[in-house]
């Protein structure tokens, strides 16, 4: 126990004392705050700290056909602010004002010579308009209609019923019910793999690195295998988590610190963020690091050159995506039967069980037994990895094939 | 007491490492533990440092069973090794703790030892910026820090400078002093002479060799000649059909079948006026022992 917390405190000092660990930390923190300010910074640039997403947009009604009932758009919330000309204002002159950026579209009412009227949509550049958007013809249809029907003599009521005033709520006939925004669970179920995957592909570094720098020889004879493999897979998941709750914090707080409270709630429901939420997560993070973490000290110890340590991590890696994407790609459809076994596979419960949890579909029985299996899993996987560790770390020479490896399971040195 | 192999055997699949092989260092000395590459030394080594499990025969340190866990035993690998990018501090500090000492008694053995051996200036440093020399000091601290009773050093002066190589000889013999126990395996059978009281020489895993090392070449006759004249005695040396190994500047080592054979070529001569500035019978090097041998 000596021995372990001894690997561990090493293990730990020398991961964070190293200048790639700290650099890239940085690195992140610094991109997830400028992440956040993008807006802010956009708005920065924008002229007189106008909104960006508020484009003008100039209407040139010479015929008067809209009575001067256009400035009621203005009054819809659309997006865009309307000036409203009834003079008329040639193509050339328009093409001037959305060149100095007085306005930024324009639309022209003309009268056909059937009688019938075209809408002409100008826009500086079609490559990012490539048609009239659909909700300013809504608009501009509503306005007419309504100045049709206000002539014909209709009293409030009548007018209030011929505008349709449903409202639309959507329910689904399986039992389980989907609650979280799926885009937002996706993007975390990826952040989770990627902080599993790469913490535990610091283990297998690791322990190549103490084989190819052969301090392996002399560190066998000062504690056990078992010891530096635990020691080292703990040491690495403690400073592999530290770090990612600093980069979850630093990004929580950017959120609030940074971002207007209605873009932060229309992305992200805090409310799902429990505290339960967060120790299970947690919880499947280290089950998951260790699974992996393991079976990479498995491959680092088959190997004494760097330059093998990929080819080795191979088949972990690829057990590693297959997991991901069985929970990834069920998760779209989380209430299927796959999605559910996903959840106690133990490959791929790590990066899906925490996101049924979210979206509140996981049962307490469905939780236990995926924790037990991915739990009875690690057992295994450590009783084969600190083995083959055992027996492999003081093999030097080519890169061990799966052969050697089984027979290097069968030896019977330690 | 001391350290005692008996009858210890391991076989990898497919090949015998080590074949029942027996030897006891009962005294504070060096043991010298010889073989050629593959002979089975660091097999032997590794068993008696409890790595490896043996797999027949008993190892033993004053009388108990020798178990990973049971021993502190200090070993040098043949295979230098230090974490490049970690301070030489902490990588000593970290060895000292893992072999139980106290952080403050690792601090002063590590700045006792940074001394002895002339590395106090790059105690702060990484191990990356260090020589090949100094980094086989550093490593040979690790081996020692914790005082152990027994010490194995594998190849100890490979690599190390006339300068670096007296200093570790000057320790390993006050070590021995102190009463330490020390296996050592090497090469270089110049050193091997120098310090081993009793040798054991392996080939193939099997014992071809063992005992007190004075006592071997004792039993050995005398098979060289080392004589050197003013003038050529190449025809001298082919009338008494003697065998010249080497020659430079009227200077011989001769091959001779008896010491009487050598004083009847050295009578010639002084009958024959011829000056001999050197007349020396050598008995075999532990060099020529070991290649009669292994070879």
Known sequence: ?414 | MGLKLENVSKKFVGKQAVDNISFEVDKPSVFGLLGTNGAGKTTTIRMLLGIIKKDTGEITWNGKKVERKSVNFGYLPEERGVYPKTKIYDQLMYFAKLKGMSPKDADEAIKKWAKVLKVEEYIQMTAEKLSKGNQQKIQFMTAIIHDPELIVLDEPFSGLDPVNTEILKNIIMDLVKEGKYIIMSSHQMSSIEEFCTDILILNKGKTVLKGNLKEIKEGYKANRLEISTDTNIDEYIKNFNMDIEFSKNNEYSIKINSEENAHQLLKKLVDDHVVVNKFEIKKPTLNDIFIEKVG
Do not use: H
């Open chain 1, 1 to 414: 126990m000596r021995d372990l917390k001894t690997v561990i405190a090493f293990t730990i000092k020398d991961m964070a004392k190293r200048k790639s660990f700290i650099i890239s930390t940085l690195i992140i923190l610094i991109l997830i705050v400028i992440g956040f300010n993008i807006p802010n910074i956009i708005s920065a640039f924008t002229e007189d700290g106008e909104n960006l997403g508020e484009e003008k947009i100039l209407i040139v009604d010479s015929t008067n056909l809209f009575e001067g009932t256009l400035q009621t758009l203005n009054q819809m919330d659309l997006g865009y602010t309307f000036q409203i000309a009834n003079n008329d204002i040639s193509f050339e002159d328009i093409k001037t004002r959305i060149e100095d950026k007085d306005i930024n579209e324009a639309i022209i009412i003309e009268q056909k010579d059937d009688g019938t009227y075209k809408l002409r949509y100008i826009v500086e550049n079609m490559t990012q308009v490539a048609s009239v958007p659909e909700d300013l013809i809504n608009a501009i249809n509503a306005v007419y209609t309504n100045l049709q029907i206000s002539k014909l003599g209709l009293t409030q009521e009548q007018i209030a019923s011929l505008t349709p005033n449903f409202e639309f709520t959507i329910e689904q006939t399986e039992e389980q019910e989907v609650s979280g925004n799926l885009g937002v669970i996706m993007l975390l179920s990826i952040v989770l793999f990627y902080a599993i995957y790469f913490c535990a592909y610091q283990v297998s570094s690791s322990i190549t690195t103490e084989k190819t720098s052969k301090i392996m020889e002399t560190l066998v004879t000062s504690t056990s295998p078992r010891t530096i493999v635990l020691g080292k897979t703990i040491g690495i998941g403690i400073v592999g988590l530290l770090q990612i709750c600093v980069i979850v914090a630093t990004a929580l707080i950017s959120a609030k610190t940074f971002l207007e409270p209605e873009l932060l709630d229309a992305v992200l429901d805090m409310s799902k963020f429990t505290p339960y939420l967060a120790v299970i997560t947690i919880v499947y993070f280290i089950l998951g690091y260790f699974a992996y973490a393991l079976l990479y000290a498995l491959t680092g110890s088959t190997v004494s050159k760097p330059e093998d340590i990929q080819s080795a991590n191979t088949p972990v890696a690829i057990l590693a995506v297959i997991g991901f994407y069985l929970s990834y790609f069920t998760m779209m459809n989380p209430t299927s039967e796959l999605n559910q076994f996903a959840a106690i596979f133990p490959i791929s419960s790590p990066f899906c069980m925490p996101f049924r949890i979210m979206m509140g579909i996981a049962s307490t029985s469905e939780i236990v037994l995926s924790i037990i299996v991915l739990i009875i899993t690690i057992l295994i996987i450590a009783k084969v990895a600190i083995k083959i560790y055992s027996n492999a770390i003081l093999n030097y020479g080519t890169k061990m094939t799966f052969k050697d490896i089984v027979k290097v399971y069968r030896d019977k040195n330690n």
